[in-house]
């Protein structure tokens, strides 16, 4: 029972000392952290076994993604200082100004690097993941849909647990005692992000996330990244880490300009509300998130000279793939990866089948990259069209087809060449396991039948075709990059609807 529920919560929304000051993004004057003095950095951690070992004594989390058949490596280290405290909740009125200091606390924790093994195959790109937490323990989100699209672009992602209930444990309730500390006391024992207890409120973690940003942007001799010329830093979280990034790009970005930029994922409450922040942002959002409330006025900005904002057709926040049984799939973060730390979970009892199978990740994959490309040549990214909004809600009502796909925002080929419905929409069927009512995260996918294929397909042939025209235009608008647009095609010939 524990298990699924750190599935379902997760579903709503982880040697020598080191002195290093990091260079300020855009040309900012540099800065310091408030009232605290410069991090330290420890490791590389060794692993004493390999994951799924009972005795925990490797990185927790570890990914099975083939990182020696890439030229990557993963390593862990333990930072320490002594964070600055801002106040986590601000109202959106708050954050209209920068962040004032609540005092300090000293902090244990810790990062996870997959970085390239030969410098020369670094791309000079670092994404520092904001570890969701919202399941008791760290999950790497941004990994989960993004390793192909940072491996085969030289990036390297940096896991940061900078929350008290990834780090320390929740104290109390149904998620309690899955923390670092507690999962494997004996690896991750001198990690505490609370003061022994004294600050619970996530108050240190804006600051934490800084200071990492700045050890990984600096030249000392014991940064993990030294030798890969890191020049750009971009921050990345989803869901409930989301929703945290928005509130340290309102109120402490403009303080310490360490972040050269954003990508806000399935967060309803991500919006960088600010202006005049200056930093390129994207925000990107599954249906299901705007079905559950995204899409209201006070939610949403206009797209500007720093803000874009991309809608998934039919995706859900929970996609099918991150839930996957396969040991060896790098985006099974919640599903064969949570199983292997925490053991089997019980099924959820959901309305309709589920989750939605759009493959979201390749929209994640060009937000990235759009990205990058803001950011370094100054290239804007695409405008994309929303979702066609009836009522915002919440629930919100959209406009749909006659088999009940909706109809604007980015259209994969899951959506605009289907074979089946995938939407936004799901509930509990029952309350038998109050768990289920996490149902809602995760949108429906039910195939069509065999009249439905009918009427819309000749043939195979014609099927794939049409799912070619659409990655082709995909690919052309931006959407999707080329190679996962193959990928999707690849996906299709197999596929035999008539």
Not at 18 to 47: N, R
Not at 432 to 447: A, E, I, K, Q
């Amino acid at each position: 029972m524990r298990s699924r529920l750190c599935l379902l919560l997760a579903l709503v929304l982880a040697a020598a000392p080191l002195t290093a000051q990091a260079a300020p993004a855009h040309g900012a004057p540099p800065t310091v952290s408030p009232g605290a003095g410069p991090a330290t950095i420890t490791g590389p951690i060794p692993a004493a076994g390999e994951p799924g070992d009972p005795a925990h004594d490797y990185v927790f989390y570890s990914t099975p993604y083939d990182l020696k058949k890439a030229g990557y490596e993963e390593l862990e280290f333990f930072i320490s200082g002594t964070a600055t405290r801002y106040n986590p909740n601000p109202t959106i009125d708050q954050q209209q100004q920068a962040a004032t200091p609540l005092g300090t606390t000293p902090y244990t924790t810790r990062i996870v690097v997959r970085r390239p093994v030969k410098p020369s195959k670094s791309a000079g790109v670092a994404v520092v993941d904001w570890q969701n937490v919202t399941a008791g323990h760290d999950i790497d989100t941004e990994w989960g849909t993004s390793a192909d699209y940072f491996v085969r672009n030289g990036w390297t992602w940096v896991g940061a647990s900078v929350q008290h209930v990834g780090v320390n444990g929740a104290p109390s309730g149904p998620t309690a005692g899955l923390g670092l500390t507690e999962w494997s006391p004996r690896r991750y024992g001198s990690l505490d992000v609370t003061d022994h207890g004294a600050v619970l409120d996530d108050s240190q973690s804006f600051d934490i996330y800084t200071q990492i940003a700045q050890l990984l942007k600096g030249h000392a001799r014991t940064n993990p990244l030294a030798d890969l010329g890191i020049s750009q830093v971009y921050a990345g979280g989803a869901s409930q880490s989301g929703r945290y990034l928005g509130v340290y790009y309102n109120t402490v970005q403009p303080i310490q300009h360490v972040y050269d930029g954003f990508l806000f994922a399935l967060s309803d409450s991500s919006l960088p509300a600010r202006p005049g922040v200056g930093t390129k942002a994207i925000r990107v959002f599954t249906e299901n998130d705007i079905y559950r409330g995204a899409g209201v006025p006070s939610k949403q900005a206009p797209d500007s000279n720093t803000l874009r904002t991309w809608e998934i057709a039919g995706a859900s926040h929970v996609p099918a793939y991150s839930t996957g049984t396969d040991p060896g799939d790098f985006r099974a973060t919640l599903g064969a990866i949570q199983t292997r730390e925490f053991g089997p979970a019980p099924p959820v009892d959901c309305t309709n089948p589920g989750p939605s199978q759009v493959e979201s990740w390749a929209v994640f994959h060009a937000a990235y990259d759009a990205l990058d490309k803001w950011v370094r040549r100054g290239v804007a990214p695409r405008l994309a069209p929303p979702l066609a909004i009836i009522d915002p809600g919440p629930p919100a009502s959209l406009a749909r087809d006659s088999f009940g796909i909706a109809e604007g925002g980015i259209r994969l080929p899951d959506v605009e060449v289907p074979v089946g419905l995938n939407d936004g929409i799901n509930s509990p069927a029952s309350l038998t396991n109050p768990l289920s009512s996490f149902c809602v995260l995760y949108g429906t996918h039910r195939d069509f039948t065999a009249a439905q294929l009918g009427s819309l397909y000749y043939s195979d042939r014609d099927y794939q075709q049409q799912v070619r025209d659409v990655v082709q235009r995909l690919v052309g608008q931006h959407f999707v990059l080329p190679e996962d647009g193959q990928v999707l095609i690849d996906q299709a010939r197999h596929r035999r609807p008539v």
